[in-house]
């Protein structure tokens, strides 16, 4: 398959046989067969186009911060749809992103502009475009919250503009993680705030501290965030509670597998040392799960996507991810 005329005609970057380590906040993970670099929603409707075009499969990921990819690696091409580079617009209160912005370079730009709606969520690692797909959240605030239209590019190349109801979104989920669809632009209404630019700074700079105590930094402690989702309450008036209380409760931090084992401070963070495989870590969470089911009754689900083939799946688990 010879995609270098992406790069010839359009100067966008493929890499064939990238490792999928290297582009995933666990640092794990095999070759996949072709890496494209899309850094913006006019690059990534254009690959996108040409693939279906040609007829070749593609798999969309963002940043790479909530996926476990095998070992093995994947047979198909990926689009890596991620940039460095903010591409943001303000109309008054409504303010529109490409998907490719990392989510908290939007936070950050807000923060600046004394605009509040997002700030608790500072330092989610990953692009808008994974945020809105896995409907990201911390400290009582989701990314959909303040999301009012989205554009989206649909598996039959057709873009849409629509509103945000007309999405379904769930806790950590939504129809676009499952649905082929990807995300180009969202607009996000936020709100002035009253106070001082100073307090929204201090707010966005004591939730990165907390979170880097919480959470540690994935580039020394590599992770994809919690592993598994928080629980269902056992009652309507009920909160979700902490999936990492469960696992505590279950001795998973004294656990092992190969060079895999939950961060310190947190035991729904898997993290691993330095020669540690993706099937230490799937073996682990294994582990966990199973532990938690042993003492409390019930099945802990995956937040992470797996990506890839992994031994020892249980029946639930289909033997290739994704
Ligand atoms: C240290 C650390 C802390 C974290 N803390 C939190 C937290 O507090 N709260 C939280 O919710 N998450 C947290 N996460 C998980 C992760 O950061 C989020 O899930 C993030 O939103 C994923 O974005 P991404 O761009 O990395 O997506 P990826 O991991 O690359 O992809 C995730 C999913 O999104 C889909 N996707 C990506 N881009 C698009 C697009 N443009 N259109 C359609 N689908 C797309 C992919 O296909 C995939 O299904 C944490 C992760 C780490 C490493």
New binding site residues.
């Given amino acids: 398959m010879d995609l270098s005329f992406f790069k010839k005609e359009l100067d966008i970057n493929v890499i064939s046989g990238a490792n999928l380590k290297d582009y ?2 666990f640092q794990l993970g095999g070759p996949c067969k072709a890496l494209i670099e899309c850094i913006s929603a006019r690059q ?1 409707t254009v690959v996108a186009t040409a693939l279906h075009a040609m007829k070749i499969p593609f ?9 476990l990819a095998s070992d093995t690696g994947v047979d198909t091409v990926i689009i ?3 940039s460095t580079a903010p591409r943001i617009t303000r109309n008054g209160n409504m303010v529109t992103v490409d ?2 912005t990392q ?1 908290d370079d939007l936070i950050s730009w807000a923060v600046n502009e004394n605009l509040d709606g997002l700030t608790a ?1 500072s ?16 400290y009582g605030q ?2 959909t919250d303040r999301l009012t239209r989205l554009t989206l590019l649909g598996p039959d190349e057709k873009i849409s503009d629509i509103s945000k109801d007309e999405v379904h979104f769930s806790y ?1 989920d939504s129809d ?2 499952h649905n082929g ?4 632009y969202a607009t996000f209404e936020l709100e002035p705030s009253d106070d001082d630019k100073a307090l929204l700074l201090k707010e966005r700079e004591e939730k990165l501290s907390v ?1 880097l105590k919480k ?4 580039k020394t402690n590599p ?4 592993f598994f989702k928080n629980v269902l309450p056992s009652s309507n008036a009920g909160q979700r509670q902490a999936a990492g209380w469960f696992l505590d409760e279950a001795g998973a931090k004294k656990m092992f597998v190969g060079k895999a084992h939950p961060y310190t401070e947190h035991a729904n ?1 898997v993290t691993r040392d330095n020669g540690a495989s993706a099937q230490d870590v799937y073996d682990l969470t294994l582990k966990m799960a199973s532990a938690v089911k042993e003492k409390f009754g019930f099945e802990l689900i995956r ?3 797996l990506l890839g083939t992994f031994n020892n799946a249980p029946a639930s688990d289909p033997k290739g991810f994704w």
């Fill in positions: 995933t906040t990534m798999i969309v990921m963002g940043f790479g911060s909530n996926i890596r749809y991620s998907a490719a989510f969520m330092g989610i690692p990953g692009t808008v475009g994974g945020a809105i797909a896995g409907n990201a959240g911390a989701q990314v950590r676009i993680k669809h990807i995300v180009l979170r959470h540690g930094d994935w992770c994809a965030g919690s963070i937040e992470v996507r």
